[in-house]
């Protein structure tokens, strides 16, 4: 019985899907909310932990932290990225009077 080939046997492959967009408020509030209860269980803990590791508590505060500045920097980097491209994609005006040879139909710009 013959096997048939896949499309890696033949020397091609097939084309990568293209990347998924993540929700990034999501994404990232579920990240600090998991340092926040962290935090909670360490801070209930604390008396139970040595003294070398008491470092988890500043660990988990720091997880909070960034994530409560993640919720705050990304939702205005992504406005700041919209707005750019939007800029860029937008027909410049250079502020010139002048009209080029193709766009006067019927005139020459040779004498």
Not at 76 to 93: C, E, G
Request: proline share 9%.
């Amino acid at each position: 019985m013959k096997r048939s080939r896949g499309p890696a046997e033949h020397g091609t492959r097939p084309a990568p899907p293209p990347p998924l967009e993540a929700n990034d408020r999501l994404v990232t509030g579920i990240v600090t909310a998991g340092w926040a209860v962290a935090l909670i269980v360490v801070v209930i803990v604390r008396d139970s932990l040595p003294a070398s590791d008491r470092w988890w508590t500043w660990t988990c505060v720091t997880g909070l932290v960034m994530g409560l500045f993640g919720l705050w920097y990304v939702p205005r980097l992504k406005r700041a990225r919209a707005s750019k491209a939007a800029r860029q994609s937008a027909p410049r005006d250079n502020g010139s009077n002048t009209v080029s040879s193709t766009e006067t139909p019927g005139r020459s710009t040779r004498s």
